[in-house]
C-alpha cells in the first residue's frame, strides 16, 4: 500500500460535514448503501468513528477504541447537528499530530500500527461520505488525497483476502471497469455497487 503517512484528514472531515449539515430531518429514516443502517444510523456511526479514531490517534485506548464495529446499532446523538461537525474536527486535528502515525495504537477492538490506522480512518470518511451522499441526493467529489488513500487501501486489503478473487474485508468486491472513475473502483472495491440509488415507492 502506497505510504500516506502524514495524509491530512481535514479537507475530506470537512466534506463529510457539509454533508451531514444537507440533511433534513426528514430523511433520516431513508435508506442507505449500509444495508443495515439508515441515514440517520449512519451519522451515528460517523460520530462514533470519529471518537474512536481520534482516541487511536491520541493513544488513548479504552472503550472506544476497544469496542468492535457491529457490536451495536449507531446512536444518534440528540445534538448531532452540532456535535458531528466538531467531532470530525477533532479527529482531524489529533491525525495532525506526527506522534499519531507512529507506533502502535487500537481501532475497533484491533491493535494497528499508527500509519494503518491513520488510513482505516480516512477510508472510513471517504467510503461513508459516499453512503451518505449517495442517500441523500447530494453531490459527492471527495479530497482527492484521501481517496488515493482508501483505494490503495481496500485494493490491498482484497488481494491480502483472496488474491484478488472477490473477497474484500467489507464484503464481496463489487467488480468496476478498470476505466472507471477513481471513486466508483474504491466503493467497488468496499463491497458496494456505484450505481446504488434511493429504492423507488412503486
Known sequence: MTDMTGLDLGPQALIVARLAAGVPDARLADRTPCPDYAVGDLLGHLAGLSVAFRDAARKDLGPTTDTAPGTAKPLLPADWRTEL?????????????PGAWTGTTRA????????????????????????????????????????????????????????GGGGGIFGTVVRVPERAPLLDRTVGLSGRDPNWAVPTVS
Open 108 to 163: 475497533g477492538g484491533v491493535d494497528l500500527p499508527g500509519g494503518v490506522t491513520g488510513i482505516v480512518a480516512a477510508d472510513e470518511l471517504v467510503i461513508h461520505g459516499w453512503d451518505l451522499a449517495r442517500a441523500t441526493g447530494q453531490e459527492y467529489v471527495p479530497d482527492q488525497a484521501a481517496l488515493r488513500a482508501s483505494h490503495a487501501f481496500l485494493l490491498a486489503a482484497a488481494e491480502e483476502q483472496d488474491g
Open 85 to 97: 461537525p466538531r467531532l470530525l474536527q477533532d479527529l482531524a486535528e489529533a491525525w495532525r499530530d
